[in-house]
């Protein structure tokens, strides 16, 4: 049984910052492109960053580039999203997926999903 656990989110204000985890477990996950989506209520789905199974490539939402950063540790079976300069416009559920395509950046090309973090951002 393939199971992501996000964890990490909380409520914060304005400016902080926060680490979310997701945890892997039930496939091979340096075979696996692994990213992060987020859903604020009422809102779609929206990528917010992918990473290569190597660790060899990202990508990011081209609004959240310099603010976040998605890493991956083979060895912990763990993906990473440090998330600096927190905005109240970050508030959302934050997902963690796992696929195998090259297209980091669409929702329809992971194939696992977790269950989220919620990260709530005062002002």
């Known amino acids: 049984q393939v199971q992501l656990v996000e964890s990490g989110g909380g409520l914060v204000q304005a400016g902080d910052s926060l680490r979310l985890s997701c945890v892997v477990s039930?496939?091979?996950?340096?075979?696996?492109?692994m990213g992060w989506f987020r859903q604020a209520p009422g809102k779609e789905l929206d990528f917010v960053a992918g990473?290569?199974?190597?660790?060899?490539?990202?990508h990011y939402l081209n609004s959240l580039k310099g603010r976040f950063t998605i890493s991956r540790d083979n060895a912990k079976n763990t993906v990473y999203l440090q998330m600096n300069s927190l905005k109240p416009e970050d508030t959302a559920v934050y997902y963690c997926?796992?696929?195998?395509?090259?297209?980091?950046?669409?929702?329809?090309?992971?194939?696992?999903w977790g269950q989220g973090t919620s990260v709530t951002v005062s002002s």
């Open positions: 997926a796992a696929g195998r395509s090259q297209f980091l950046g669409y929702a329809g090309r992971y194939d696992y």
């Open positions: 990473i290569s199974w190597n660790n060899s490539r990202t």
């Open positions: 039930g496939l091979i996950f340096s075979n696996y492109t």
